[in-house]
């Protein structure tokens, strides 16, 4: 069975960092593309970050650019979200996703669409 899981959420006061992590089994992404999306309480779903398989290539959001870093270790096994000077708009639930379409080691994409598996989501709530 194919699985995503993300931990690492909670309630956090502003200006603090949390760390989630996407943890994944039953296939290998190794070669996979790795995002987190996050959908706030009466928002559409957006996205977050994303890193490419060989990690050469990150994007960001420009609403957590600079704040947020995303990782992954060599194994492609556990992909991280460090998020640094939290904000109450970073109230969400937050999920990780994997592309798992042939692509070019430094490819990534911010379309949630081009995600086939997803995680059940980890909430992280920013007090003020």
């Known amino acids: 069975q194919v699985q995503l899981v993300e931990s690492g959420g909670g309630l956090v006061q502003a200006g603090d960092s949390l760390r989630l992590s996407c943890a994944t089994s039953?296939?290998?992404?190794?070669?996979?593309?790795i995002a987190w999306f996050r959908r706030a309480p009466g928002k559409e779903r957006e996205f977050v970050a994303a890193i490419s398989w060989d990690t050469t290539n990150t994007v960001y959001s420009d609403s957590v650019k600079g704040r947020f870093t995303i990782s992954r270790d060599n194994a492609g096994n556990t992909v991280w979200l460090q998020m640094n000077s939290l904000k109450p708009e970073d109230t969400a639930v937050y999920y990780c996703?994997?592309?798992?379409?042939?692509?070019?080691?430094?490819?990534?994409?911010?379309?949630?669409?081009?995600?086939?598996?997803w995680g059940q989501g980890t909430q992280v709530t920013v007090s003020s």
């Open positions: 996703a994997a592309d798992v379409r042939l692509a070019s080691g430094d490819y990534v994409s911010t379309r949630g669409s081009a995600y086939a598996y």
């Open positions: 039953g296939r290998t992404f190794s070669r996979a593309p």
